[in-house]
């Protein structure tokens, strides 16, 4: 097994016909792709959906920075609905 401590790893990715280059440590990139996949998105839309989330915020962070966030708390609802 791998270990879930690694540095970022950059990949490129396309929002709205622009590419950008996103650094996440490799447990992120492996839940933003599950995430993607049980949206049924490709990735690009899923991180443009983040992005125009992230940039409504009234001190929008960075794009990388807005993934990990959004994981996050998809995470924790995730967590809340097995709960309930």
Do not use: C
């Not at 270990?3 to 396309?14: A, C, I, L, N, T």
């Not at 049924?40 to 960075?62: K, S, T, W, Y």
Request: no cysteine.
């Amino acid at each position: 097994m791998t270990s879930p401590y690694h540095p970022p790893v950059k990949r490129s990715v396309e929002i709205a016909g622009h590419k950008t280059s996103i650094s996440l440590e490799p447990v992120f990139w492996d839940a933003l792709v599950s995430a993607a996949e049980e949206e049924r998105l490709p990735i690009n839309a899923l991180v443009a959906r983040i992005d125009l989330e992230r940039a409504q915020a009234p001190a929008p962070p960075g794009l990388a920075s807005a993934i990990r966030v959004w994981l996050m708390l998809r995470f924790a609802s995730s967590v809340t609905t097995l709960d309930a």
